[in-house]
């Protein structure tokens, strides 16, 4: 399998159905290929609608136009007068996409989401839930979300046999690259007491998968990927029933993407060396997908910039990822979007792009439920207190400062700095730390990997009313305020000084000022990687010239 390099997610009716005004044209349906021409994608995981109901003309699944003609809504109106249009033109959305994208030398591969958790009879509720109702439902009434007493029950065999013959139809009469298994949509599949003991059950139906994908590609002279996206950390997927070291010991999956659940983008903590190990040995390919909503805790902006992707994808490079798995971009694609997608898929290209690591703060600890939640993108439910709560990300800030005690925070860099020294094309690097409610009164040490900072050398500036640039509201919440009195310290580092791997950031209160008696804490910090690479020159009243 040649191991693609950037992998885009396409639902087909956020970012395209939903979208549609009749009259319906091949140019419009093929949207989802063109948008992506150009860039560094080479492989496009398209949706295969709703959870149970399809937008493709399916001879074994419910079609969006089927048992309801009538919507109250535009938006799923759009989708099935684009389904009946498409019908009438001797196509639909999912042929014009996988052809097309064959005809331009842009793999696709359909995304098919595993749960559903809509109704019997409901405008959602694919065939099976038609004709069978609750005998083929969890039936378990949920405090957090009565909607998973309706989810899929895995453990019952006409589900399984429902979702293959859904997957059989797309590989051989699409005659599609592959089939993603979009496990994140609701990842609920077995009863609450079930979940880890029928993990067999899931190995023996992910089997089922690739042994269909091995037969159409036989049948058909052909390569057929299979690949599952799947929480990032290990112990969340055997919780559910997903062994996923067994799928790719068992050589059933080619691609497994791991999706962070939390709410920031962060460049440091990403821990996936468990997923790129596994893959590696079984020689698979592993992705990471960022945070869905694509945020961070910043004064600048409320989503990650270029330098942070550049970071971001160094450090799942040096956790043995093969790449990036991307979707919810905002769109349609800007500048910002275009550019993201044609540089984190050629990270070698960009080892000596600037880049910033930057930290963010801690979330707090998940119920089992609420992460079900983040990560399908549904509402949280209020807490209880008996709740089971999980490991939050290990995030490090805000650390409090406290009178004669050291506070110390690591930052790990991915860069390749040593090369960059050599050649003599590195620039000086650039440690920014921002303080909540510093006094200037307060007599504080800083050190960067032992070495003390001349705080005389640091330009410090101020802002009385700093506001972040988003606020994620109450069902995402952060462990730091939305707004404060900053202190922002920026350093230009030795060039000797940083080193790949963990840097130990230390800020030692020697002396409180005595007339301020408020708490005072480390909010934020980042490192700049930078390095002498080719910028346009630097005007006298502008920051950069035009071409």
Excluded at 133 to 151: A, M, N, S
Excluded at 372 to 379: F, H, T, V
């Amino acid at each position: 399998m040649n191991k693609p390099r950037l992998i885009c997610y396409q639902d087909a009716h956020h970012y395209h159905a939903k979208r549609l005004d009749p009259p319906l044209s091949l140019h419009k349906l093929r949207w989802p290929v063109d948008e992506l021409l150009g860039t560094g994608v080479d492989m496009l995981a398209f949706g295969l609608g709703y959870g149970d109901v399809y937008f493709h003309d399916s001879k074994v699944g419910r079609v969006v136009d089927q048992k309801k003609e009538v919507w109250t809504n535009l938006p799923d109106w759009r989708i099935m007068r684009m389904a009946k249009d498409a019908r009438e033109m001797g196509t639909d959305q999912l042929k014009e996409v996988v052809n097309w994208g064959r005809e331009m030398g842009l793999s696709v591969i359909p995304s098919l989401k595993i749960q559903s958790c809509d109704k019997p009879d409901s405008d959602r509720a694919g065939i099976l839930k038609w004709d069978r109702h609750e005998e083929v439902c969890l039936g378990e009434i949920d405090e957090w979300h009565p909607r998973y007493e309706f989810c899929y029950d895995y453990a019952h065999p006409a589900v399984r046999e429902a979702k293959l013959a859904v997957i059989g139809e797309v590989l051989e009469d699409y005659q599609a690259d592959g089939i993603e298994l979009d496990f994140m949509f609701v990842p609920r599949f077995f009863k609450k007491d079930e979940q880890e003991a029928n993990a067999p059950i899931m190995d023996g139906f992910v089997s089922e998968v690739r042994k269909i994908a091995d037969e159409v590609g036989k049948a058909q002279s052909r390569e057929v990927t299979v690949a599952v996206r799947v929480f990032d950390q290990e112990r969340y997927n055997l919780r559910h029933g997903l062994d996923v070291r067994a799928w790719l010991k068992q050589k059933s999956v080619d691609i497994v993407v791991g999706q962070i659940t939390e709410f920031l983008f962060d460049t440091g903590v990403v821990d996936v060396q468990w997923l790129g190990d596994a893959a590696n040995e079984a020689d698979a390919a592993a992705y990471v997908r960022p945070s869905r909503r694509d945020r961070v805790y910043d004064e600048r902006t409320a989503r990650p910039s270029i330098e942070m992707y550049r970071a971001l994808t160094q450090t799942i490079r040096d956790q043995g990822c093969a790449g990036l798995y991307l979707g919810n971009l905002p769109w349609p694609f800007g500048q910002r979007e275009y550019q993201i997608l044609r540089e984190v898929a050629y990270p070698e290209a960009h080892t000596r792009s600037d880049k910033i690591y930057l930290l963010q703060p801690r979330e707090p600890g998940l119920v089992f439920e609420e992460l079900l939640d983040y990560a399908s993108g549904y509402p949280v439910l209020p807490r209880q207190p008996e709740d089971e709560v999980t490991d939050g990300p290990p995030r490090q800030l805000p650390v409090p400062l406290e009178e004669g005690k050291t506070a110390s925070i690591g930052i790990v860099v991915s860069d390749d700095l040593d090369s960059a020294r050599q050649d003599g094309e590195m620039r000086k690097p650039e440690l920014t730390i921002r303080f909540n409610s510093f006094c200037i009164d307060d007599k504080i040490e800083i050190r960067f990997n032992d070495r003390a900072l001349s705080l005389d050398a640091a330009e410090l500036t101020d802002e009385r009313a700093l506001a972040m640039a988003d606020k994620p509201g109450k069902v995402t919440p952060i462990e730091a305020p939305m707004g404060m009195s900053a202190h922002w310290f920026r350093f230009m580092l030795d060039i000797d000084l940083l080193q790949r791997g963990t840097n130990t950031l230390e800020v030692e209160v020697k002396r409180f000022g005595e007339l301020a008696d408020f708490e005072r804490s480390i909010n934020g910090v980042e490192v700049r990687t930078r390095y002498k690479d080719f910028e346009r020159p630097r005007g006298l009243e502008v920051s950069r010239i035009d071409p």
